[in-house]
């Protein structure tokens, strides 16, 4: 018995030697990976220089660059799949650890090992099926007639670069699991795992009897939500469940060919291509300290009042969201630069970091807004009448957050001591340094707005102008446009693998009927309209408090914009709607982005963000009410311009 017992911990002692070896040997795959994305990131601006040209020579000599439109979406392939490795070893590909954040070290060791074996394999299968979509095509594009093939054949490489960092990575998990839990109930995960993809395998090979696809819908929403929680990364979880029940309602052969198609068309669609650019542009914004620009005017003209910075950070979170067009940029930015004045004066932590977290949202209502690029894809409106539509709803959120710190500061004055009055030529100085940067922005939205140019070419025009602009500035050093590269490539690679997976998801949600049939439903019952969107509102609400904003996004457009459809609303005024629900979820506890990042940029706890986010939420509650009241706020400018 006891040489049993020392032959085990021998056992255990070497095993993670061995594992960490062979991750070692994987790891060294890491460094190429890191030049591949950096050889994507200067395609990519390549791809700003080439939409930025292409309108240039338009307007100046009458005459556009040759298939210019195909360039980019060959280009945008190269970008993303040239960055997706690198951004799973950066571990950064979204996921939710609503499970595994609860869990003590050894038991989450056990469950990454088995998360990180269904990433791996989902991830191999997603090689697989580009590869075989890229093997069975002959397509050209129709005016430069390149062929497609190396593309799609390059989406499978950039998978097969992503499958050995996730490979890699559970090695180390799985020696780490064996030196905390020992061998065999690591190795007891590791079979559970296998069982697991065993199991969905064989429910994707296997009729199941009885099974109508309204229920083969349920079952992949279930599995979907089960594989969240376990805590899977998002775009992972979102292939699986469409790789799996596409086949069990369409066969083997279907499946792989739609998932193939899916893969590379999502990223090679030139709808998601402003996303990109302003992606790039929102970077460019923050090394170059053009936020330190307005967050500065708005402190000069409101920082004498009662609560004055906070107000002035929720105008400058405005403004600068106004140029970035994301929740996180505005917030991470605005932090870094008004949180220490705050502190400096006194301001309590409730009241500041509240404001800086929450006040991000109002980026993706005031354009351009990322949120907006992709529910105008997904719904099939107009981005550039998305972008108006969003611009008087924005003021108003604006002025609820302001509001709500106004109340909070009169309820509580000691949250926010009054600060010395600026003089009026502080106050004009303030306006001309802030000027440059929104002159950008009114070159874009006026561009898009005046029909020069299209919202990708508006991203193009934006990120290369920023780009310029802080070039002649000196405000962008070989460091900070090498940082800028680095986390666009980072985030944008993130969010395509997202965007990638919400579309084969949304074929499978196709085939079940499940959005028609529950609008067909909803229509039968003839509830009054208010009624439904009262529900709409409540499953956001609740659904935001568990999943982060873009997959809540993805997930439910498809099924509510055929209900609005049903009742006839307008899908601009409901794409307002849309957009301010999911704000909310990336600042609605208990797992609202914002808050995550906020703690950890002000180094607070968890409490104290869950504290300061309920005023805001409320406001945010109160300025979705009054849209939904008033539709014309949303739809006025929209048809101003088109009359």
């Known amino acids: 018995m006891e040489n049993s017992r ?36 200067g395609i990519f601006m390549l791809m700003v220089m080439l939409t930025f040209a292409d309108v240039f020579l338009r307007y100046l000599f009458g005459s556009s660059i040759p298939g210019t439109t195909e360039l980019t979406e060959l280009l945008m392939v190269i970008v993303v799949f040239s960055s997706v490795a690198v951004t799973q070893w950066q571990k950064s590909h979204v996921t939710m650890d609503i499970l595994t954040s609860r869990l003590k070290e050894p038991s989450r060791a056990l469950l990454e090992v088995v998360t990180g074996f269904w990433s791996v394999v989902i ?8 590869f075989r979509y890229g093997m069975k095509t002959s397509s050209v594009t129709l005016v430069l007639r390149i062929p497609l093939e190396p593309f799609i054949c390059f989406a499978g490489f950039g998978f097969c670069m992503l499958a050995v960092a996730l490979l890699t990575q559970l090695l180390e998990v799985m020696a780490s699991a064996i030196r905390q839990n020992g061998t065999a109930r690591t190795l007891l995960a590791l079979a559970a795992g296998i069982l697991c993809v065993a199991a969905m395998w064989y429910v994707a090979t296997h009729r199941v009897p009885g099974m109508s696809s309204i229920k083969v819908g349920v079952a992949g929403l279930t599995l979907l939500f089960i594989l969240f929680f376990l805590g899977v990364p998002v775009a992972f979880a979102l292939v699986a469940t469409g790789l799996i029940f596409i086949a069990q309602l369409k066969g083997i052969p279907a499946s792989f060919g739609t998932t193939g198609k899916a893969l590379y068309a999502t990223a090679g669609s030139y709808s998601w291509a402003p996303l990109m650019f302003f992606m790039l542009m929102g970077y460019l914004c923050f090394y170059a300290r053009f936020g330190e620009d307005i967050y500065n005017c708005a402190r000069k003209w409101m920082g004498h009042m009662r609560g004055g ?31 220490p004045e705050m502190r400096k004066n006194g301001y309590d932590d409730e009241l500041a970091v509240g404001t800086l977290a929450c006040s991000g949202t109002i980026g993706c209502l005031i354009p351009p807004s990322t949120t907006f690029i992709i529910y105008g894809v997904l719904a099939q409106q107009s981005i550039g009448d998305l972008f108006i ?20 500061v009169c309820r ?26 929104m002159l950008i922005f009114l070159l874009v939205i006026g561009g898009i707005y005046g029909g020069v140019f299209t919202a990708t070419e508006g991203g193009g025009i934006g ?72 529900a709409i509102v409540l499953v956001f609400l609740i659904l935001g408090c568990f999943l982060p904003s873009m997959p809540l996004l993805l997930i439910c ?28 979820a990336s600042i609605t506890p208990p797992f609202g982005i914002s808050l995550f990042v906020m703690k950890e940029v002000a180094s607070v706890s968890l409490g104290t963000m869950y504290r300061a986010a309920v005023p805001f939420v409320a406001a945010l509650l109160v300025c979705l009410f009054i849209i939904i009241l008033f539709p014309p706020l949303s739809t006025l400018l929209p048809a101003l311009m088109k009359g």
């Open 6 to 41: 020392i032959a085990g911990s021998v056992q255990d002692a070497g095993l993670p030697r061995i594992l960490d070896r062979a991750a070692a040997v994987l790891r060294t795959t890491e460094k190429p990976a890191f030049i591949l994305s950096a050889a994507g990131m």
């Open 123 to 130: 991830v191999l299968f997603c090689a697989w099926t580009t």
């Open 309 to 339: 910075l906070a107000m002035g950070s929720v105008v400058a979170c405005s403004l600068f969201g106004a140029v970035v067009g994301d929740v996180l940029s505005g917030s991470i930015a605005m932090a870094a630069i008004a949180l």
């Open 389 to 408: 539509a969003g611009i008087i709803p924005g003021i108003v959120c604006m002025f609820c957050f302001m509001l709500a710190v106004w109340l909070m």
């Open 412 to 437: 509580k004055p000691s949250l926010a001591p009054r600060l010395p009055r600026a003089s009026m030529t502080e106050r004009i100085v303030s306006l001309k340094s802030g000027l440059p940067i």
């Open 463 to 534: 990120a290369c102008g920023t780009l310029i602009l802080a070039l002649l500035m000196r405000r962008l050093s070989l460091k900070d446009f090498i940082h800028t590269l680095q986390d666009s490539a980072k985030y944008i690679s993130m969010c395509f693998t997202v965007l990638c997976g919400a579309i084969v998801l949304s074929y499978f949600m196709a085939m079940t009927r499940i959005p028609m049939v529950l609008a067909n439903t909803i229509a039968g019952m003839d509830l009054p309209a208010m009624l439904v969107m009262a």
């Open 557 to 584: 457009v498809p099924i509510f914009v055929p209900i609005a459809k049903v009742f006839g609303w307008d899908l601009i005024w409901f794409g307002v709607i849309i957009v301010i629900l999911d704000n909310m």
